[in-house]
């Protein structure tokens, strides 16, 4: 077996804990919360409301970005999310804490002015849905082409968490990659004491 030196296999051990250490405290977390939108009152027929799960990734603003959705919206099935600025600019970016530094934050509102957006399926049809923030209310636009809007009226949008924070699987390979390093470096270390303690003396 190749001889590591000591100095390289302490270094390599700090380098290992350091790595270990960034990403316990850095490392992404991804929530799956059930969301819910209905109108009270409102002149668009049909009297639209959507519900299902989503799926949102913390950012290092504070703010979460929405991965994937799935759900109904007017009792149809919800197709899936758009990817951000498909549809009137959305970001899909969620706001469930006002500790956040993004800008586009509207105070105690869970979405901002460019909102999220997902695709619809209505048998024959396929729709694009934008639910967003305007003032201080939150609103939807429904059509089926990016540069008009069958209808705005306001909503209630709420989410609730259905399950713990958990680190992405990119974070999950990184950490057991640093345990292993450290792991392996451990056990050479204590083969190194074991071969010294067996050496003959003089």
């Known amino acids: 077996m190749k001889h590591v030196p000591a100095r390289s296999t302490r270094l390599l051990a700090a380098i290992a804990l350091t790595a270990v250490g ?15 939108w209905s109108y009270s009152s409102n002149s668009y027929s049909g009297n639209p409301s959507g519900s299902g799960s989503l799926t949102a ?25 758009l990817k951000p600025k498909t549809s009137f600019g959305n970001d899909n970016l969620l706001f469930p804490s006002s500790a956040t530094t993004n800008t586009n934050y509207n105070s105690n509102l869970l979405l901002d002015f460019y ?4 695709s619809v399926n209505r048998g024959s049809q396929t729709e694009q849905v934008n639910l967003y923030v305007s003032g201080t209310a939150y609103w939807s636009c429904t059509s089926r082409t990016i540069y008009t809007c069958n209808s705005r009226p306001t909503g209630t949008f709420s989410i609730s ?19 292993g390093l450290l792991a392996g470096l451990t056990a050479l270390q204590r083969r190194r004491h074991r071969s010294a303690a067996d050496a003959p003396r003089v």
Request: proline share 3%; no cysteine.
């Open 115 to 118: 909102g999220l957006s997902f």
């Open 22 to 36: 960034a990403l316990s405290v850095t490392a992404a977390h991804a929530s799956t919360m059930s969301w819910n």
């Open 57 to 81: 990734q913390s950012q290092a603003d504070g703010s979460y970005l929405i991965t994937s959705l799935t759900g109904t919206w007017d009792q149809y099935s919800i197709t899936g999310l």
């Open 161 to 179: 968490t259905t399950t713990s924070s958990v680190p992405e699987p990119g974070s999950f390979a990184l950490f057991a990659g640093a345990l």
